[in-house]
């Protein structure tokens, strides 16, 4: 089975750009939809953005379109999230997932395998 490992997240100012990273180890990347979800506190785990495996669809979740683009590398066997134009309301953690399933990839609970997740912190 795959694992992932997130890294990227740090503190930055409202208008400032992030990109993610999401490496993956124990299987080949190509065979996964690759998502990423973001957690604040106190809310619930939220659809990020999402790329399928074989015909790369890639979707995004309505909070974040036009300010943030999925990406994968399958011969490095990472998956990429870059984020610009972030605001507060961006910050939480964000996760990487993989599912085998090319459906249903905005549904959290449809990934069995996920990262420990990377804290995203804006300030304005």
């Known amino acids: 089975q795959v694992q992932l490992v997130e890294s990227g997240g740090g503190l930055v100012q409202a208008g400032d750009s992030l990109r993610l990273s999401c490496a993956a180890s124990?299987?080949?990347?190509?065979?996964?939809?690759m998502g990423w979800f973001r957690q604040a506190p106190g809310k619930d785990r939220e659809f990020v953005a999402a790329?399928?495996?074989?015909?790369?669809?890639?979707y995004y979740g309505d909070s974040v379109k036009g300010r943030f683009t999925i990406s994968r590398d399958n011969h490095k066997n990472m998956a990429f999230l870059e984020m610009n134009s972030l605001n507060v309301e961006d910050t939480a953690v964000y996760y990487c997932?993989?599912?085998?399933?090319?459906?249903?990839?905005?549904?959290?609970?449809?990934?069995?395998?996920w990262g420990q997740g990377t804290q995203v912190t804006v300030f304005s």
């Open positions: 997932a993989a599912t085998t399933l090319q459906e249903l990839w905005s549904l959290w609970f449809e990934y069995p395998y």
């Open positions: 790329i399928t495996w074989g015909a790369g669809k890639i």
């Open positions: 124990g299987d080949t990347l190509s065979r996964y939809t």
